[in-house]
């Protein structure tokens, strides 16, 4: 009930192209998903978030997509940069009730 | 000026000691985490706490000994220590409670030999 699914597990994109990362959760009380970013050596970092209440959030390069009925939401990163080379995790919660439950994490490698 | 800060970012140590990690948030956020990131990068919630109350526990050996002196600082002992136990851990905050967007610091790197 609290795992959150996360594919693929690593990823190669050329520069310029789509880098897409999916998320699959069973806990339809969970009202919170954010992705976030860790690079390297760093801690992670909140990179976006949604609520099922819309469908799409964009920002800048980054877009979650979210389909409630199927209980799934995904990462798009468009014009994928080598600067966007990290591990990225995403993750679900009940606001207020319970921790972020985490993906499993995706290695993403852009090349030039 | 860093938001969440931990102390030490890497600690070598060799089995069957003790060793604390020291983390300190001047986010003015009221919870606090102990996150445990393991070789493969999963990332497992081991403590939190509320306002210096522990409101998270997790299935965490009992070597392991969160400490809360006041609602900015978060200190881990781990006693006895184990090869299993190396990882990378992370400290952590966040504003409102629990599913609140969290912020981590730069993580410890420990090594047990």
């Known amino acids: 009930q609290q795992q959150v699914k996360q594919s693929p597990q690593s990823l190669i994109v050329q520069k310029g192209g789509i880098s897409i990362i999916n998320c699959a959760y069973e806990?339809?009380?969970?009202?919170?998903f954010p992705w976030y970013q860790q690079f390297p050596g760093k801690g992670p970092a909140l990179l976006i978030a949604?609520?099922?209440?819309?469908s799409e959030k964009k920002e800048g390069r980054f877009t979650i997509s979210f389909n409630k009925s199927a209980k799934q939401f995904s990462l798009h990163i468009m014009d994928s940069q080598p600067g966007d080379s990290a591990t990225y995790f995403c993750?679900?919660?009940?606001?207020?009730?319970?921790?972020?439950?985490f993906g499993k994490g995706t290695r993403l490698s852009v090349i030039a | 000026d860093t938001a969440v800060s931990q102390t030490p970012k890497y600690l070598v140590t060799q089995m069957g000691n003790d060793k604390s990690i020291k983390c300190e948030q001047n986010l003015g956020h009221d919870t606090m985490y102990w996150y445990k990131q393991d070789s493969k990068k999963f990332l497992k919630i081991m403590f939190s706490?509320?306002?210096?109350?522990?409101?998270i526990n997790e299935t965490v050996p009992n070597r392991f000994s969160p400490k809360s002196p006041d609602k900015a600082h978060l200190n881990l002992h781990i006693n006895s220590l184990e090869l299993g136990d190396s990882a990378v851990y992370f400290c952590a905050s966040s504003h409102e409670g629990l599913g609140d967007t969290i912020y981590f610091g730069e993580g410890s790197w420990l090594t047990v030999v």
């Open positions: 993750a679900a919660t009940v606001r207020g009730n319970t921790p972020l439950v």
């Open positions: 949604i609520r099922p209440d819309v």
């Open positions: 806990n339809t009380a969970f009202d919170y």
């Open positions: 706490y509320n306002n210096k109350e522990l409101i």
